[in-house]
């Protein structure tokens, strides 16, 4: 007999998405991404950091004050986009934690991908966000909440 309790590909996927954003050394918001392609293949992941060659040393993780982490930060989901280095994207789902920001919506439009599936919507009363969801359904990328039914993936390294 074969097993029954596996996950599914949207438990697997957006676990995958939530491992990358274990990656961020933000102490605030660790937002992870995948990127996978028609045939339930990934094609790339990100996470919420600095861009490569800036230091999170000596880069602020500041959310308030005169020098924030916001003009330096490059989303889960641009940096997921980025990380396919040159991979047709066209046609693809995006699995992210957090709803994307307006700036993130643009790039994924841009990129082919034709369907967002998040995980939360916190910011939705946000003008970016209501930005996002104006621009996924004027450009046909379907969106679309996670809603699990399982409450945890357990993962064994030893």
């Not at 005169?66 to 003009?71: A, D, L, Q, S, V």
């Not at 330096?72 to 641009?78: D, N, T």
């Not at 966000?129 to 359904?137: D, G, L, N, Q, R």
């Amino acid at each position: 007999m074969k097993r029954t309790d596996y996950i599914s590909w949207d438990e697997f996927f957006m676990g995958v998405a939530v491992l990358a954003g274990k990656r961020s050394k933000d102490p605030n918001t660790q937002v992870g991404a995948c990127i996978v392609d028609e045939n339930n293949v990934i094609i790339s992941t990100g996470y919420n950091g600095f861009p490569k060659g800036c230091s999170d040393d000596e880069f602020p993780w500041n959310r308030e004050g005169e020098i924030t982490k916001y003009p330096f930060v490059v989303h889960a989901e641009l940096n997921a986009i980025l990380n396919a280095t040159g991979k047709s994207l066209r046609g693809a789902k995006i699995y992210v934690d957090l709803f994307p920001c307006n700036e993130c919506a643009k790039a994924i439009i841009q990129s082919g991908v034709k369907e967002v599936i998040y995980l939360c919507d916190k910011y939705a009363d946000t003008p970016g966000v209501k930005a996002s969801k104006c621009m996924f359904k004027a450009a046909g990328v379907s969106i679309r909440q996670f809603v699990p039914e399982i409450d945890e993936i357990v993962l064994n390294l030893k």
